[in-house]
C-alpha cells in the first residue's frame, strides 16, 4: 500500500500503532469522500475555482509548514526563499511562516515569533510571485488529514543528495496526498542547498515592506539627501569590535587578510570611489547600534563628504521604536535605493544588497557588466581594486547556489554572468 510506503521509508519518529491509526483514519475518510459526492462549499474547491489555475501553476490545496526562521534579517530572508523553494520543489502553497523579531543566537527559545506579514507584504508578495512561489493562510487550510512530518536529517552523513532524495519522496503518491507536509527540525537557513541564484533573486524580487516600514525608510532616505532628489552613498560598515574578533577569525581560517577593513582603509577607498561623484554628497552609514555611542565613526572622512548615521539624522528615535527586524529592515532599504553602495563582501547582509543592486541594474537595461556608468554602482571596500580603491561588485547571477552569498567571498566581479 502506497500510504504505508510513505510512512515507513520516511517517518523516524511515528510508531507502527500510530501509522496504522493514521492509515484507517486515511482509509475511512477516503472511503467517505469516494462515496459521497464532492460538497460544493469544500473550502479548497472554492478557492481554486476563484483563482485561474493556468496564471497559478503551483497547487494551492497543498501546503507546506516550515519550523520558525531565526537569526538576522539577511539570514532570515534566505531562509524564507529556501522556504519557498522547498515548497515549490513540492509543488505547495508556503504556508506563512514566523520570522524573529529579535537578534537572539543560541537561545532560540527566546527569540520572539513575528508573523511574515508583519515586515513583508503578503498580497504583493503573492501577486509579484504568481506561478513561481506562493504563501498561504492557515485559515485556507480545511485540515481533513494532519500533517505529515518530514523530519530533516542531520550530520555529515546527511548529504546534499540524500536530502533532495528525501524531498523527492515527499513529492510520491501517497505523501503527495496529505494536506499538509510540516518540516521538522533544523532553521531552513542549514537546510541544503539545491538551487541557482537566479531562483532565489526571483523569490528577494517578490519581497516588498509593509507599507509602515516602508514609509519609515522612505523618510530616513530623504533626511539624508536633506529634502532634495540628490545623490547619495550607502556604507554599510562592518567595524564594531563583536564583527572584528569574528572576521580576524575567519581571516585566519581562510589565509587571506582580505575581509576585516579599518575604519581608516574604508574612509580612504570611498573617498576614492567619490572623486568621480558631484559634491558635496551625504553618506549614509549603516553601523552596529554600539558604534552610535561615540561621534568618532562621523570623523576622518575627506572633504565633501557628509557622513550621516542615525543619530545625527535624528531619526534614532524612529528607529528604537521598531523590533531588532524591523530596523534592519529599513537600514537595507536605504542601501538598496543609493546611488552607490559600498560593503563587504564577507557580510550576507551586504552580499544580498548587491543581489538585488544588480537585478535593478539588470532590469534598468544597463549592460551584464560593469561598464563606467555609476548609477548604481556597488563596490566591496575589503577588496583592492585595480585603481587603488574598493572593488567594484555585481552579483554572478549564474551561480549555482547560494553559497558565497551566505558565507561571503572575496572572489567577486564585475560581470553578472549568464542572465536569463
Ligand atoms: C504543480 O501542479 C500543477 C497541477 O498539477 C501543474 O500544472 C504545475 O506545472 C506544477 N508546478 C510545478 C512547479 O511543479
Ligand atoms: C531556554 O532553553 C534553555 C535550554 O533549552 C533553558 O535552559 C532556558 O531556561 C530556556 N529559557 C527560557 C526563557 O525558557
Ligand atoms: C485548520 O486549522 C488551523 C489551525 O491549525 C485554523 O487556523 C483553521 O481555521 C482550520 N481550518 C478549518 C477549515 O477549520
Ligand atoms: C547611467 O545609467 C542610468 C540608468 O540606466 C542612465 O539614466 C544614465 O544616463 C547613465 N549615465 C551615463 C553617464 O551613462
Ligand atoms: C570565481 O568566480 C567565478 C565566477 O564568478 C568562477 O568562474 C571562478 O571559478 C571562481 N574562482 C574561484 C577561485 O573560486
Same mark, same amino acid.
Given at each position: ?8 521509508? @520516511? ?6 500503532? =500510530? ?10 475518510? =477516503? ?20 483563482? !485561474?489555475?493556468?496564471?497559478?501553476? &503551483? $497547487? ?8 520558525? @526562521? ?11 526563499? #529556501? ?32 508573523? =511574515?506579514?508583519?515586515? %513583508? !507584504? %503578503? ?58 507536509? #510540516? &518540516? ?36 530616513? &532616505? ?30 585566519? #581560517? ?42 568618532? @565613526? ?26 531588532? &527586524? ?5 537600514? =537595507?532599504?536605504?542601501?538598496? $535605493? ?66 558565497? @552569498? ?15
Amino acid at each position: 500500500m502506497d500510504f504505508l510506503n510513505c510512512m515507513s521509508t @520516511i517517518s523516524h519518529k511515528s510508531s507502527l500503532v =500510530f501509522k496504522c491509526c493514521l492509515l484507517l483514519l486515511v482509509l475511512l475518510a =477516503f472511503r467517505t469522500l469516494m462515496l459521497s459526492p464532492i460538497p460544493k462549499n469544500f473550502p479548497w474547491i472554492a478557492s481554486y475555482h476563484l483563482s !485561474n489555475p493556468s496564471h497559478n501553476p &503551483i $497547487r494551492i490545496n497543498k501546503f507546506l509548514e516550515v519550523p520558525q @526562521i531565526i537569526w538576522g534579517l539577511n539570514n532570515q530572508k534566505i531562509a524564507f526563499a #529556501r522556504a519557498c523553494l522547498t515548497a515549490r520543489l513540492l509543488n505547495r502553497t508556503l504556508l506563512l511562516p514566523s520570522l524573529t523579531a529579535n537578534l537572539v543566537y543560541k537561545e532560540i527559545n527566546l527569540s520572539e515569533p513575528i508573523p =511574515f506579514n508583519k515586515v %513583508f !507584504n %503578503f498580497e504583493k508578495f503573492n501577486s509579484l510571485c504568481t506561478g513561481f512561489v506562493q504563501l498561504g493562510h492557515y485559515s485556507s487550510l480545511s485540515n481533513r488529514t494532519s500533517p505529515l512530518e518530514l523530519q530533516k536529517g542531520s550530520g555529515r552523513k546527511w548529504t546534499k543528495e540524500r536530502d533532495l532524495s528525501q524531498l523527492q519522496q515527499f513529492k510520491e503518491g501517497s505523501c503527495d496526498k496529505f494536506e499538509v507536509i #510540516r &518540516i521538522t527540525g533544523k532553521n531552513p537557513f542549514l537546510w541544503h542547498d539545491h538551487w541557482p541564484v537566479k531562483d532565489y533573486a526571483k523569490v528577494f524580487r517578490c519581497l516588498a515592506l509593509v507599507d509602515e516600514i516602508e514609509e519609515e525608510a522612505s523618510k530616513v &532616505i530623504s533626511k539624508i539627501q536633506g529634502g532634495e532628489n540628490v545623490p547619495y552613498i550607502a556604507v554599510h560598515m562592518r567595524i564594531e569590535i563583536d564583527w572584528m574578533i569574528h572576521c580576524k577569525k575567519v581571516e585566519q #581560517r581562510l589565509h587571506t587578510s582580505q575581509i576585516c577593513s579599518s575604519k581608516e582603509e574604508i574612509t580612504n577607498r570611498v573617498a576614492k570611489i567619490a572623486s568621480g561623484l558631484p559634491r558635496p554628497i551625504p553618506v549614509y552609514l549603516a553601523i552596529a547600534d554600539s558604534l552610535l555611542k561615540d561621534g568618532s @565613526i562621523l570623523s576622518g572622512w575627506e572633504e565633501g563628504l557628509i557622513p550621516f548615521e542615525k543619530k545625527k539624522l535624528g531619526v534614532w528615535d524612529v528607529y528604537q521604536k521598531h523590533p531588532y &527586524i524591523t530596523q534592519a529592515a529599513i537600514d =537595507f532599504e536605504v542601501c538598496l $535605493r543609493a546611488d552607490v553602495f559600498v560593503g563587504n563582501s564577507y557580510s550576507t547582509f551586504s552580499s544580498l544588497v548587491v543581489l538585488q543592486r544588480t537585478e535593478n541594474w539588470i532590469e534598468m537595461g544597463s549592460g551584464a557588466s560593469c561598464g563606467g556608468n555609476l548609477s548604481f554602482a556597488s563596490y566591496a571596500y575589503n577588496i583592492l581594486g585595480e585603481d587603488g580603491g574598493a572593488q567594484r561588485w555585481m552579483t554572478d547571477m549564474s551561480a549555482l547556489s547560494l553559497e558565497s @552569498i551566505s558565507y561571503g567571498t572575496n572572489n567577486i566581479s564585475c560581470e553578472v554572468g549568464g542572465m536569463s
